[in-house]
């Protein structure tokens, strides 16, 4: 039973499009983030959620608006796609509240190519 | 601003060929240093959290040890199913749950 699901595990699109990620979580973790992974593989912090409210909104162009209909879910809407948004992006979630760590454990990624 | 910085970038071993990977940081004040392994097309998987000075954690043949300024990954007698990414990521107090990660050293153990 996958921990953190993320759906789709490829997309591919033309630029200019729409398109959704959906991640799941079954941890019961109060808190899930989004990532993107470039091409150099470098993962950067896209966005973060707590208990549905946002709480991590880093320099992201604002095509790109997160949602959270429960703790257990954040999907990602991306609107007129560009070639740049290509990349692999990571959901991950965590447990913040009454807890010492903060282990964000990771989806297996939606790798995003657009033509 | 949070930096990480991770070398080498890439490191090739032969089977039990001890080695480490070095994580050099600048944070406002750590929370926590954390370990992960990445494999090709799959998320980066956890490994250790480190939270003070002198702090150590083992795990089969991978021991995480951690200074103010870095943190090295000793992988000892590695085996050809290490071979993974390694990526290395900080915390800083008042930074929320932010995890700032370095680039990675990708890591191949040959037979």
């Known amino acids: 039973d996958t921990a953190v699901s993320q759906t789709p595990k490829y997309l591919v699109t033309q630029m200019g499009n729409d398109k959704s990620i959906k991640c799941e979580q079954n941890?019961?973790?109060?808190?899930m983030y989004w990532y993107k992974q470039d091409s150099k593989k470098f993962l950067k912090i896209m966005f973060s959620?707590?208990?549905?409210?946002?709480?991590i909104n880093e320099t992201v162009p604002n095509r790109f608006s997160p949602k959270s209909p429960d703790k257990a879910h954040l999907n990602l809407h991306i609107n007129s796609l560009e070639l740049g948004d290509s990349a692999v992006y990571f959901c991950?979630?965590?447990?913040?509240?009454?807890?010492?760590?903060?282990?964000?454990?990771f989806g297996a990624g939606t790798r995003l190519s657009v033509l | 601003e949070d930096q990480v910085t991770q070398s080498p970038e890439a490191l090739r071993l032969q089977e039990g060929e001890s080695s480490s990977l070095n994580c050099s940081y600048t944070v406002s004040g750590l929370r926590g240093l954390f370990w992960y392994r990445q494999d090709p097309g799959k998320g980066p998987e956890f490994l250790f959290t480190l939270y003070s000075a002198g702090e150590e954690k083992e795990k089969e043949r991978l021991k995480a040890t951690l200074t103010k300024k870095e943190s090295f990954l000793h992988i000892t007698a590695p085996k050809p199913e290490d071979s993974a990414t390694y990526l290395c990521a900080v915390q800083a107090r008042g930074g929320g749950n932010k995890l700032t990660f370095g680039t990675g050293t990708q890591l191949k153990v040959e037979l």
């Open positions: 941890l019961g973790h109060d808190t």
């Open positions: 959620y707590n208990n549905k409210e946002l709480i």
């Open positions: 991950a979630s965590s447990q913040v509240q009454d807890s010492y760590q903060n282990i964000q454990y």
